[in-house]
C-alpha cells in the first residue's frame, strides 16, 4: 500500500515537473517489485492454510483461517549447546537408537554365557520295602527304614561349541553395529541442530532488519509527501 502510494505520487508530481523522471521509475519498479512479493506471500499463506486444514481435518475448502495474535520478535538468541543439550534429551530417533544399544548389550551377554561349561546340581531320596513279599515290600516304603540319599554335580563341557561361538561373534557386530548407528543419529542430530540453530538466528536477524526497512519506507513516504 505504501509503495501504490508512492507511485501514484509521483506520477502526478510527474505531470506538474515536480519531480524527475529517473524517481519517477524508480518508484514504479519499487511498486512493481512489492506487488510480485505479494502475490508470492499470498502464495505461501494459502498452502500453509491447507498445510493446518490437513492437519486439524477441516474439509471446507471456502474457510479462511486466520491469525489473531500480532506476532513479536522476541530477543532471545538461541544457544547451540543447550539445544543440543534438550534435542538429545527429547528426540526419540536418539532414544530408540539408545534402547538398541542397550538390547545388543543384554543379547551380547547371554551369548557369552553360552560358552562356558553348563554345572548342574542334582540329589535323589529314595525308600525301600524289604520283605518276603511284594505287599510286605511295598507296606515297608512308608517307613523311615532303608531310605537311600545321592546327591552328585553333572558338568557339561562342549566340544569347539562352534555353534554358540558363531552366536557370540555375531551379538558382537550386531552390537558394534548398534553402537555405530548410535553415533550417526547423534551426528545427524547435531549437523542438523547446528542448521537450524544458525536459520533461527539470521530469520530473526532479517525480520528485524525489515521492520526497519518498513520503517524507513514510511519515513520517506512522508518526507515526499
Known amino acids: 500500500e505504501q509503495a501504490k502510494k508512492l507511485y501514484d505520487l509521483h ?110 546340581l542334582n540329589a535323589t531320596l529314595a525308600k525301600n520295602g524289604l520283605g518276603d513279599h511284594f505287599k510286605d515290600s511295598a507296606t515297608g516304603i512308608t517307613a523311615e527304614d532303608n531310605t537311600s540319599v545321592s546327591a552328585g554335580v553333572a558338568v557339561s563341557i562342549p566340544l569347539e561349541n562352534n555353534d554358540a561361538k558363531a552366536k557370540l561373534k555375531a551379538a558382537e557386530l550386531q552390537k558394534a553395529k548398534a553402537i555405530l548407528n548410535l553415533k550417526q543419529v547423534e551426528r545427524t542430530i547435531a549437523v542438523d541442530l547446528i542448521d537450524q540453530v544458525r536459520n533461527c538466528n539470521i530469520f530473526k536477524e532479517v525480520a528485524i532488519s525489515a521492520e526497519n526497512v518498513a520503517k524507513l519506507q514510511e519515513e520517506k513516504l512522508k518526507e515526499e509527501e
Do not use: C, F
Open 11 to 120: 506520477q502526478e508530481k510527474l505531470k506538474d515537473g515536480l519531480v524527475e523522471k529517473p524517481e519517477a521509475i524508480a518508484s514504479e519498479a519499487n511498486y512493481e517489485k512489492r506487488k510480485n512479493e505479494l502475490k508470492l506471500v499470498k502464495n505461501e499463506l494459502s498452502s500453509r492454510i491447507n498445510s493446518l486444514k490437513l492437519l486439524l481435518n477441516i474439509e471446507d475448502d471456502g474457510l479462511l483461517i486466520t491469525a489473531v495474535d500480532t506476532m513479536k520478535i522476541n530477543g532471545i538468541i538461541v544457544e547451540q549447546n543447550d539445544s543440543l543439550k534438550k534435542a538429545i534429551e527429547n528426540r526419540r530417533d536418539y532414544k530408540r537408537a539408545h534402547n538398541d544399544v542397550k538390547a545388543k548389550n543384554i543379547s551380547l551377554e547371554i551369548n557369552k554365557n553360552n560358552i562356558w561349561p553348563e554345572i548342574n
